[in-house]
């Protein structure tokens, strides 16, 4: 098995020193015999997470480290950035913790069991259904494994507290803010594991991007032996730099410093990015940012996941996903239906989007006090995690509950007053399915959101935007959001005009999807007084239950295919709508073998007016109106560039007509006939 060497004693001398542990790793399924080499992270259904019958059960992962000089004034904690479903350590032989839920950090404190010189980790993965675990269900594939990062945390035997439900240990608030001057809170739960009391000094400071400090706070504290203390301390900052979302995402950095109160030793310390800011959701206005109404639009997205690589990706893949959201446009993003990793929520701060991150309370839910002690540790783990994010706009507490009963009222219920108390400053928030809004399965948390797909499964086009305004009638009071919509499509899959596609059918294709979207944005659009709206969904994803669109497995409502390298016709209509860089685009550009010789271009724009031209011949300048230019034209037969600009944007196609023998029906699929 291999060994990894940790670090040098020299390195210890650091108040909390840090050791990746990706490489070196074994692995192997409960229902194998042979180990293989891996790399983290890692997850063993990254080839079948499409496949109904994917593997879901235990796996053994293991590996060797080389402890130089372990110091008994030292802790060590192996943290796991998240691993599917339910966790166990063993360090030596000795059971070191158990952690149940997959999407959230946690940490074991592996301290008495670790010794200087070679050192056994194995871990026990188990992505199996647990009637006591989150989620029971969901239309998405759990996909098992240490798919996240591992790696083992030092830190001296007076610290910030590892071991507060993953959360960072010291937690910032910005409670009153105003233009002239923003009080500042910061609360720091600092651990002693010494045998005796200390006297130490907790420091916090507040820097702006330059590195100059702009408010602080220091506090003398006395810490009881072998327990943690809750420290708070108090500043104020004049004239404060709000974060203003995407226009102006502005951020300071938090830093917290605990030192010895004798020598000054820097005991511990540890810095996170903030920003100041006010956010309030009105039933009337919409959302309110630092005051003024603040429009919300984006798409749901998945934790990354990738063909070959399922949800164990790189940092780089999650930018590459968050460059792609970027140029559509969007303000906001729901987590769907869980926890993301941490990089994702730092790139949202960075980019000014707002969040709704959610547990994954999702389809059902169980009556029994270990599932509801289960569901309270995931909420309260999102939250200690998650709340020095500015991009955190709502803790989002449930989604699809189908059974309107008991057991769905007393987990709701129960989690929203604990979100209440872990975080006054946020509001709560579900999103209803298949139940009325005015129904008890809407009414536990402080705004609802409707999970709606008028035209697609049910109804038509034009009944999104009636629905919403009877919700609004039937609840005043209530913020309210569309927290999905949207419809099936394949670039793979060509109709022009399209026919209504049965959602559960093999045929879905791309033009549909993009009309559904016209509707649906310009009825969402009307109506100030959401405070939010995501499509469903910004990519394509497994979900093994699914036997529809062009490939089993998976839910193709995304913008983008699931390899990312189709941005669907859907995709640019937003991006017209929501994005201030030049652009223009000819839909149905994949429908290239065409068999009707006049067909209706539509190009999405962002410009007052666009210019054609066919096969070199300039066909005139067209007014563009609601994002929407359109012209009527005549194919000769062979190929036909069409080329569209306007300013500096421009697009440009080539299709090809050949006359279709009488009865063909007018449709086209890159792999497939109808």
Request: net charge negative.
């Amino acid at each position: 098995m291999p060994a990894a060497l940790l670090a040098p004693l020299m390195a210890w001398a650091e108040a909390r020193f840090t050791v990746p542990l990706d490489a070196g790793w074994e692995f192997r399924k409960a229902d194998q015999q042979g180990w293989q080499s891996v790399a983290l992270p890692h997850s063993f259904n990254a080839g079948d997470s499409a496949n109904p019958n994917y593997y879901r059960g235990a796996a053994w992962y293991r590996r060797s480290l080389d402890l130089r000089g372990k110091r008994t004034d030292q802790r060590h904690f192996l943290e796991f950035d998240g691993a599917m479903l339910v966790t166990e350590a063993w360090i030596n032989g000795r059971h070191a913790g158990t952690h149940a839920g997959g999407f959230a950090r946690f940490r074991f404190d592996v301290t008495p069991w670790l010794k200087s010189g070679s050192n056994e980790i194995l871990v026990r993965v188990d992505n199996a259904r647990n009637p006591d675990v989150a989620p029971l269900g969901g239309d998405y594939t759990m996909a098992g494994g240490l798919y996240r990062q591992v790696r083992l945390v030092t830190t001296g035997d007076v610290h910030f507290d590892m071991l507060d439900y993953g959360g960072p240990g010291v937690y910032f608030q910005s409670p009153g803010v105003t233009p002239a001057k923003t009080p500042l809170a910061w609360t720091a739960r600092v651990a002693n594991d010494r045998p005796s009391p200390v006297r130490a000094v907790v420091n916090a400071r507040l820097r702006d991007p330059e590195g100059k400090v702009v408010a602080s706070a220091r506090k003398m504290v006395a810490l009881p032996p072998r327990s943690v203390t809750t420290v708070t301390l108090e500043s104020a900052l004049p004239s404060p730099h709000l974060w203003q979302g995407a226009p102006d995402p502005y951020l300071y950095t938090s830093e917290a410093e605990l030192d010895a109160d004798v020598s000054d030793a820097v005991l511990d310390k540890l810095d996170f990015q903030v920003g100041i800011r006010d956010i309030r959701l009105d039933a009337d206005r919409g959302l309110l940012l630092n005051g003024a109404p603040y429009p919300v639009h984006g798409v749901n997205v998945h934790q990354t996941i990738l063909p070959g690589k399922g949800p164990a990706v790189s940092d780089a893949d999650i930018d590459a996903d968050y460059r792609i959201l970027s140029d559509l446009g969007v303000t906001g993003l729901r987590y769907a239906h869980y926890q993301h990793p941490q990089h994702a929520y730092d790139l949202a701060d960075r980019f000014g989007w707002l969040l709704w991150t959610e547990m994954p309370l999702t389809a059902e839910v169980s009556g029994s006090a270990a599932f509801q002690a289960n569901s309270v540790q995931q909420l309260r783990e999102l939250i200690r995690q998650n709340s020095n994010h500015p991009s955190v706009a709502v803790w989002g507490l449930g989604n699809e509950i189908y059974k309107v009963n008991e057991d769905s009222a007393r987990v709701l219920s129960l989690l929203h007053a604990m979100a209440r108390r872990e975080d006054s400053g946020r509001p709560t928030v579900y999103a209803n399915c298949c139940a009325p809004i005015e129904g008890p399965q809407a009414s536990h948390t402080n705004a609802v959101g409707s999970n709606v797909y008028y035209g697609w499964y049910d109804g038509e086009f034009a009944d999104l935007g009636p629905f919403l305004d009877r919700n609004h009638v039937r609840t005043p009071a209530t913020p309210q959001a569309v927290s999905e919509y949207g419809a099936g499509a394949s670039a793979q899959q060509q109709e022009d005009p399209p026919l209504r596609p049965a959602p559960g059918g093999r045929w879905h294709p791309e033009q549909y999807q993009a009309l559904y979207h016209e509707a649906a944005w310009r009825q969402l659009q009307a109506r100030p007084w959401l405070w939010s709206s995501f499509i469903w969904v910004g990519f394509d994803f497994p979900s093994a239950g699914r036997n529809e669109g062009d490939s089993a497995g998976f839910n193709d409502k995304g913008l983008v295919s699931f390899d990312r390298s189709v941005k669907k016709d859907a995709y640019f209509w937003y991006q017209a709508n929501w994005s201030s860089a030049p652009m223009v685009y000819i839909t149905s550009r994949r429908y290239v073998q065409r068999t009707a010789a006049d067909v209706q271009l539509k190009v999405y724009i962002n410009q007052p007016t666009a210019r054609l031209r066919v096969n070199g011949v300039d066909l005139g300048e067209q007014p563009v109106v609601g994002h929407i230019a359109t012209w009527p034209v005549r194919l000769t037969e062979g190929a036909n560039r069409i080329e569209v600009s306007a300013g500096a944007a421009s697009d440009a196609v080539e299709w090809h007509y050949r006359p279709a023998p009488a009865g063909i029906a007018d449709v086209y699929s890159c792999s497939e006939s109808r």
